[in-house]
């Protein structure tokens, strides 16, 4: 009889179990909680065309654990559970959104951290990952930086 299947079994199993022990390692968590908190958008800029001022000074992120809710005003913009890569170049942040005008979609992004702040940059719900920080006419990428309420 042969133990192949249960030969892939023990090693998917064992993939598994690495895998969520990477996610919960020290360095891991510490990406996490450089993403947690609550922000202010800085700027934002949505296929080449720079976001006014009036949007981008009303909106704030919050992320509690691996929950991030964006708020323009009182209103819910988006709500969306989260993932990272920290070991990509550039970094990967992937968006399940639960809430919001996007709600029911997936976003592939890119980010990169430097002391309180924090620059994502998103292509449009179900389309390819950004691969530069940068947002151009047609492109559907949203590029928006954020800084560390206190």
């Known amino acids: 009889m042969s133990q192949t299947p ?3 079994f ?21 990406e996490m909680d450089r993403l947690r908190g609550t922000f202010s958008m800085l700027s934002g800029m949505a296929d080449g065309t720079e976001m006014p001022a009036a949007m981008t000074s009303a909106m704030k992120r919050v992320a509690e654990g691996s929950v991030t809710t964006v708020t323009m005003g009182t209103n819910l913009y988006i709500k969306a559970n989260f993932s990272i890569n920290a070991a990509a170049t550039p970094k990967t942040i992937d968006y399940d959104m639960t809430g919001g005008f996007t709600a029911g979609k997936k976003q592939l992004g890119i980010y990169r951290t430097s002391g309180d702040t924090v620059l994502f940059c998103f292509g449009s719900p179900g389309s390819a990952r950004p691969t530069a920080f940068e947002s ?15």
């Open 6 to 8: 249960c030969v892939r």
């Open 10 to 30: 023990i090693a998917l199993a064992a993939l598994a179990i690495s895998s969520a022990s990477a996610q919960e390692s020290p360095a891991a968590k510490q």
């Open 136 to 150: 151009k006419p047609g492109s559907g990428v949203t590029c928006s930086a954020w800084k560390r309420e206190k």
